[in-house]
């Protein structure tokens, strides 16, 4: 849950950012921890947002900036893409992208402009594109904070998330849940794997902060299985072929600013 002062205080930026930029913001979220579902109790917030221009904007010599950010303070983060820069990367299969679309926090969205930018992210998923982001996310914090004999137990979930959203896109080829206790549900876990991550899952939301622990060897076992196992089955799919722009062009035409 997002507390209501800090409820108003991100619609508030949002609304600064549409005057001072003359733009129109059509969807914007919250990222990270916080749509994961799994923040610290020093956890930022991650506002992320999609703002598209007026045409003359677009009809310039020069081109307008595509990403626009706003570091308020040390604990909201605001940044957001240009209409045309998203339809670029939801052309590519971006992950990051497809994240945000499914992100449970929306703090602005159109919901017609939603309805139709899903359904095109959809039609451009891919695959490896989702497991290659996914496996070098999970890879890197495994190397980076769980290899030691002590370990940070909260780094867990930042690589346990990525390794079950490649399980969950090998078995139903679409779009991972955003929440992480989505795709820890689903019966894909063998049953005491699964309760040794839920008792993790519930001291962090508990409100626990964790600190340097003995690493769990029946967690850093799954996770260095699955890690090489990926790096074997993402060469065996299909490259992704970006497709024509022909949809993408139409979504962007009609979203212009008026």
Known sequence: MIEPIMLEKIRH?????????????????????????????????????????????????????????????????????????????????????????????????????????????????????????????????FRGYLKSDLVKIKKYFYVLRPILACMWIEKYRCNPPILFVDLLNDPILAPELRRCIEALLARKLAGEEFDLELKIERINQFIEEKINYYQQYVHTLAKFDVPDNQMANALFRKWLKQ
């Open 13 to 141: 930026e949002l609304k600064r950012i549409e005057a001072e930029e003359n733009v129109v913001i059509l969807y914007a979220i919250e990222s990270g921890s916080r749509a994961w579902g799994f923040p610290s109790q020093d956890s930022d917030y991650d506002v992320r947002f999609i703002y598209s221009r007026t045409k003359e904007d677009y009809l310039s010599i020069d081109d307008p900036h595509d990403v626009l950010e706003y570091p308020i303070n040390d604990l909201l983060d605001i940044s957001g893409w240009d209409l045309k820069k998203a339809l670029k990367l939801c052309r590519k299969g971006n992950p990051a992208l497809a994240e945000w679309l499914y992100s449970p926090i929306v703090y602005q969205a159109n919901s017609l402009f939603l309805n139709e930018f899903r359904q095109l992210a959809d039609s451009y998923f891919s695959a490896s594109s989702m497991i290659h982001h996914y496996l070098h996310m999970a890879d890197g914090n």
